[in-house]
């Protein structure tokens, strides 16, 4: 069984930086992708950063420029480096991890990020 447990939500002001971390424990298979999603008041969960197990990455348009996903395969850490946060940054993040081989879908339980304007 796959854990993923989130750290580093909180509390900043428009225009300041927090960082998220994720860290899988479990039965992790090699090829793999982990990311972060959030879901805020109303709205459907959405992919914010997302960055595979060889390197590559992909963001949401609206994060683009200010958020940065990095990941350490040795450790199944991965962390979203987020930047020039704006009050509608405001959400739930959630870790997740999706593997290829068998294609399994994980989530963590969240993390608070709320930017007060």
């Known amino acids: 069984q796959v854990q993923l447990v989130e750290s580093g939500g909180g509390l900043v002001q428009a225009g300041g930086s927090l960082r998220l971390s994720c860290a899988a424990s479990g039965s992790i298979f090699r090829l793999n992708v982990m990311g972060w999603y959030r879901q805020a008041p109303g709205k459907q969960r959405e992919l914010v950063a997302a960055i595979t197990s060889g390197g590559g990455s992909n963001y949401a348009d609206s994060v683009k420029g200010r958020f940065t996903v990095s990941r350490d395969n040795a450790k199944n850490t991965v962390d979203l480096q987020m930047n020039s946060l704006k009050p509608e940054d405001t959400a739930v993040y959630y870790c997740?991890?999706?593997?290829?081989?068998?294609?399994?879908?994980?989530w963590g339980k969240g993390t608070l990020v709320t930017v007060s304007s």
């Open positions: 997740n991890l999706k593997t290829v081989t068998p294609m399994m879908t994980y």
